[in-house]
Every structure is written in structure tokens, then in C-alpha cells.
């Protein structure tokens, strides 16, 4: 299926989630592929059907000695067609149930990218992995082995019905009670089945952060001996999972009795009362058979569509967790409606107008103003905690500031058209300096992939990176290794600053790395720092006193305050609390 199509419709299909997901946005889900499962349907209806007739041409193969050469070839016929019906059927039914897993994961991927950054707060790298292969993968299940078996059941279902109202409405009034008797019990268990088939679900996902986890800390976690204990956490989410799981056995396993208690009941209810209707005469005897027949066909798939419900059910369990994220806020765009003012090159690169911010317990940001002018170097100072790195993730728009304006340029952040606006001004070298797998290139070039051969080797220069790649046997084209494990820490630092400088940011946020440097590489970092904030504006959460001198303005954050603003000399002069802070440097 066209993937563009899947997008284009994801949006319709994947609606925002209610309390709870019903069937109804599982029909929805479906809808898109009404036509192949139309078709899918039918073809295994027809293949049933002819089934069924293969005893009657065979019987008349073995009693009719003039017709048994025509019946034989309509034997052979009838079992080519049967097969042909079949087969393309359950291609076509797998082929749909492959178009819905795709739809989904393209739907989901998207999703998850754009999602706010506080949905990645919430939520574990595993589990939300979970959710795109297990979840969908159940999903999977209810098309491929469900939907067919459910509408054949169904549709013998209404034809037995029929034919018993025909030939006795009474006596089918009669069968009614027992069967909804057993029908109510099956309902009730389908919710235990629901709930804990949500709870399977969720501890494999809790199962696949924890490994997550373990896995991309495989040295911290072998360093400290603590396989067994990985081993024990992961394993306990197994256990719950085989706990829920097992759930969901005993309960499916109830299905079945209910249907056949319901079947015998109103079974001997015909045998009672038709009994006595024979005797009396209102009724004939093949009547009543043919109508003890029909009670059996209505009967016995009833427990096959059960089986499917609770099928069905561990999908709508997974279809909730997997429309949780979709349905996630994505990141806002503007909010004002006025037009966005022209950002102005004179204006602060970036201003801070008492700004507030809580992740939700205390303030991280407190009524904080400051500015860094455009072209300037500018330190932001404070002990741990003091919400440095709040300042960045606001001024990247991970999160939104609860009071208080944020400008870049002179232009408040939320007045340009999105988030992604605001980012294509700056570039955020994180602490821990984030590198991804792929060559050296792939890195460099990843926040500007049309970047030149000239300017990515005038980059290098600048970070220092060009020792390094004359040693590589493929140079720039070299894998780095999953998370740059390939890389020193301070190569890794450096590839980072190459790939923001790169982007030619107006504002390069650069948060230092305490260790990741040796003195002789420290400096000559300091100095590329210093020489690119020549040409933008650069904004260094700094550790390093060496650093700190270089700035020509230096912002003291402390528990969220700005408690001070200044060249280096003003601060030892006037301010106490940086004072101390410079001392311990
Ligand atoms: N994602 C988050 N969710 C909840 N609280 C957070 C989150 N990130 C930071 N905090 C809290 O906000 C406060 C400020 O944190 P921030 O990371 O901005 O400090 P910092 O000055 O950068 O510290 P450091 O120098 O140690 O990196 C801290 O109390 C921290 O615990």
C-alpha cells in the first residue's frame, strides 16, 4: 500500500482516544481496508461453502454408476476452485493485515518524533518501542486470525436463526433465555480478559524499557556486578507477563463451557417442549429435527466468535496503548494570531523576561530575565540544580515557560509559525554530547545535510577534528559506533560543536563537558568557542573558571534566580554568592 496514502488517512483513522478504546475505533481502523477484507471474506465464505459440497458430489460419485465420470471431474473441478478460493483468500486477508501494521507504524513513528518532550519524560524508550512491535503485532493477530473466522461465525449464525424462527418462532423464543444466559456469563468474562491482557501488555512493555535500559548501560551495569540483578528486574516483568498471561488462559478457558452449558440447556429445552408439541401434533417430527439441527449451527460457532472476542480484546488493549501516543499533544505552533514580527539583527540573540518554569514540582526557573547579544559570548554560571539546563530547554522550546516572555531576536517564541522555527535559529550541544550511529560524515552533517565538502572540512579545522580523521583509515566516511562508542569523550564533544557550528546558528547553546577534555585540548576548545562566537551569538553553561574569564558576560543562576550579571571582574568585585562559586573552580 502507498505509504503516502497511510499517512493521509492515519489521522482520520487514529482519532484521539476516549476513556477507553472500543470496538468502534477498531471498525474505524479497519474501515481503509474494507475492500480487500470484502474480498478476503468472501473468497473464504466461498471456499466454506464449496467445501461442504464436496460430501454431496462424492456420494453421488459412489452411487450414481452413470454420472461418475461427470461427477468426478466436477469433484476435481470443485477441489481447484476450493483451493484457488482459499488460497487467494488468505493471501489477500495476510497482505491487509501487513497494510494495518504499516499503517500504524507510520503513524506512530511520526508521531512519537513530534510528540512534546514532556511526552518522553513520561514515558520509557522501551515501552514506547513496545508499543510499535508487540502492540501492533496483536493488532496484527485480530486481522490475520480474527475478522474472517468472526464473519463466517456470523453469518451462519443468522442463517441457522432464520431458518429456526421459520420453522418454530415459539420453540425459538424458548432458546433464547439459556443462550443469553451463557452469553451474559461470556460477557463478563471478556472484561477480566481485557484488563488483564492490558496488564500482560504493559508488563512487556515495562520488560523492554528494562532491557532497554540495561542494554545501552551494559559497561555501568558490568563495572558494578550487577548482571544478576538486571537479570532478576527484567525477569520480573517476565513473570508478570506470564501472571497476566495465564489470566487470560483461565479466563478464555471459562469461554468455551459457558457456550456448550447455554447449548445444552436450550437444547434440552426443544427436546422438552418440542417433544411434547410432536405428541400433541402442532409440530412433525422432522421439524423438530431440522430444527434441533439449526439450534447446533447457531450453537456451536457462537463459542468459535467468544474465542475471537477475546481475541479482539487483547487487540483493543493494545489499540489503547497504541493510540495513547498517537493521540500525545504534538508540539504547539503559534498561538498569537498576529503576524510574526521580523526578527530584528540588532535585537538580543536571546532574552529572558521573567520567566518562571516548574517540571511540576518546585520552580526551576524563577522570575528569570537576562539577555545575550548578539555576537557576544556570554557564560551561564551556577551550582548543580540552579536550572542551567532549564534555560536552554526553554529556549529550545522543549517546554513551554508557565509565566514570563522568551525572544529571540526580539521576537517572542511563541510567535514564530512552530517549535521546528525557533530550533532553525539555534544549535544545542547537550552535555552529554549525543552522537549517533553512522559515519563521522552522517554526524556532521545531520542538523544540515546539504552542507559542502569545504565547509565540513572548514569546521573540522576549526574543532580541532582534523588530527583524528588523517588517522582514520576511511576518514570521514568511518563508523562511529552505537552512541559514538568509537569516539573519545572528547572527540565525541567535539563532533558535537562541529555539527551545531555547521548549522550556522544564530545562537549556539553550548552546555561544557566537566571532564570530557584535557588541559591541552581544553584550551584550544576554549579558543574555538571563543573564535564562533565571533559570528553568532554563543550561550555556555560553564563549569571551567578558564571558560568563565573568556566570557565577556557572565549570567549567576542560583535555584532558578538570577542572582547576578557581569563581566568576570564586576562579579569577584560585586557579588558574593559568585565569589565563592569562581573559588571552587
Ligand atoms: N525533566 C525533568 N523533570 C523533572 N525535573 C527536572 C527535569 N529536568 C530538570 N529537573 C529539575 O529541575 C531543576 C533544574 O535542573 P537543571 O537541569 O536545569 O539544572 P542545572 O543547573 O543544569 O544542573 P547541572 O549543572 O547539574 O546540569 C533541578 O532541580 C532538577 O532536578
Known amino acids: ?48 461453502l464449496l467445501r461442504l459440497a464436496v460430501p454431496l458430489l462424492a456420494m453421488r460419485a459412489v452411487e450414481n454408476q452413470d454420472g461418475r465420470v461427470a461427477a468426478i471431474v466436477a469433484l476435481a473441478a470443485l477441489f481447484a476452485l476450493q483451493a484457488g478460493a482459499s488460497s487467494v483468500g488468505a493471501y489477500l486477508l495476510q497482505r491487509t493485515s501487513e497494510s494495518v501494521v504499516l499503517r500504524l507504524r507510520r503513524a506512530l513513528v511520526p508521531r512519537l518524533l513530534s510528540a512534546r518532550v514532556r511526552l518522553h519524560d513520561e514515558h520509557r524508550v522501551g515501552d514506547l518501542l513496545s508499543r510499535a512491535t508487540t502492540d501492533v503485532g496483536a493488532i496484527r493477530e485480530v486481522v490475520m486470525r480474527g475478522l474472517v473466522d468472526l464473519l463466517t461465525g456470523t453469518v451462519t449464525i443468522i442463517g441457522a436463526m432464520a431458518l429456526m424462527i421459520w420453522l418454530d418462532w415459539r420453540l425459538f423464543l424458548l432458546t433464547v433465555l439459556p443462550v443469553t444466559i451463557g452469553v451474559a456469563l461470556v460477557f463478563t468474562v471478556l472484561a477480566g480478559i481485557r484488563a488483564a491482557a492490558l496488564r500482560a501488555q504493559a508488563s512487556l512493555g515495562a520488560f523492554a524499557a ?41 479466563l478464555e478457558s471459562l469461554v468455551t463451557p459457558a457456550m456448550e452449558l447455554a447449548a445444552n440447556g436450550s437444547m434440552l429445552v426443544v427436546v422438552l ?47 489503547g496503548r497504541i ?3 498517537v493521540s500525545a499533544p504534538a508540539e504547539s505552533g503559534r498561538t498569537a494570531p498576529a503576524a510574526v514580527p521580523e526578527p530584528a539583527a540588532t535585537a538580543p540573540a536571546l532574552e529572558f523576561r521573567n520567566v518562571s518554569f516548574s517540571y511540576g514540582r518546585g520552580l526551576a526557573l524563577s522570575g528569570a530575565s537576562f539577555q545575550v547579544e548578539a555576537g557576544t559570548f556570554t557564560a551561564l554560571v551556577g551550582l548543580s540544580g540552579a536550572g542551567k539546563s532549564t534555560v536552554f530547554s526553554l529556549a529550545e522550546r522543549f517546554y513551554e515557560p508557565q509565566d514570563g516572555e522568551i525572544l529571540i531576536n526580539g521576537v517572542p517564541v511563541d510567535r514564530f509559525p512552530s517549535p521546528q522555527a525557533v530550533r532553525s535559529r ?66 565525541r564533544q567535539r563532533v558535537a560543536i562541529a555539527r551545531a557550528v555547521l548549522r550556522r546558528p544564530g545562537l549556539l547553546l553550548l552546555d561544557e563537558p566537566t571532564s570530557a577534555l584535557d588541559p591541552v585540548n581544553e584550551a584550544a576548545l576554549s ?4 573564535e564562533v562566537s565571533t559570528s553568532c551569538a554563543t550561550l555556555v553553561i560553564a563549569h571551567r573558571i578558564s571558560t568563565i574569564r573568556q566570557a565577556e558576560k557572565i549570567i549567576v543562576l542560583d535555584a532558578g534566580k538570577v542572582v547576578g550579571v557581569g563581566s568576570h571582574d564586576d562579579l569577584v568585585r560585586d557579588n558574593t554568592f559568585y565569589q565563592a562559586l569562581a573559588l571552587s573552580r
Not at 5 to 18: F, K, Q, W, Y
Not at 443 to 460: F, K, Q, S, W
Not at 463 to 473: C, E, S, W
Open 210 to 250: 528494562d532491557m532497554e535500559r540495561a542494554l545501552s548501560a551494559i559497561r555501568t551495569v558490568k563495572a558494578n556486578n550487577a548482571e544478576p540483578r538486571e537479570a532478576k528486574r527484567i525477569g520480573g516483568h517476565a513473570d508478570d507477563s506470564y501472571t497476566a498471561g495465564v489470566r487470560v488462559a483461565k
Open 273 to 319: 417442549v418440542g417433544g411434547m408439541r410432536v405428541a400433541d401434533g402442532s409440530t412433525s417430527l422432522g421439524q423438530l429435527v431440522a430444527f434441533l439441527m439449526a439450534l447446533m449451527y447457531t450453537v456451536m460457532p457462537l463459542a468459535g466468535i467468544f474465542g475471537i472476542a477475546s481475541m479482539v480484546q487483547k487487540g483493543l488493549a493494545s489499540l
Open 527 to 530: 579558543a574555538v568557542i571563543k
Open 1 to 48: 500500500m502507498n505509504p503516502k496514502t497511510a499517512e493521509s488517512v492515519d489521522s482520520a483513522v487514529l482519532e484521539p482516544p476516549r476513556e477507553k478504546v472500543g470496538v468502534a475505533a477498531l471498525v474505524r481502523l479497519l474501515g481503509a481496508h474494507r475492500g480487500a477484507l470484502a474480498w478476503s471474506s468472501v473468497l473464504t465464505i466461498t471456499a466454506s
Open 426 to 491: 539555534t544549535a544545542l550541544v547537550e552535555q552529554s554530547c549525543p552522537v549517533l550511529h553512522g559515519t563521522l560524515r552522517e554526524n556532521l552533517v545531520y542538523g544540515r545535510p546539504d552542507a559542502t565538502d569545504e565547509e565540513i572540512a572548514d569546521v573540522v579545522h576549526r574543532v580541532r577534528l582534523d588530527g583524528l580523521i588523517a588517522k582514520l583509515p576511511r576518514g570521514l566516511d568511518t563508523l562511529v559506533g552505537d552512541h559514538g562508542s568509537a569516539l573519545s569523550g572528547g572527540e
Open 323 to 325: 493510540q495513547e501516543v
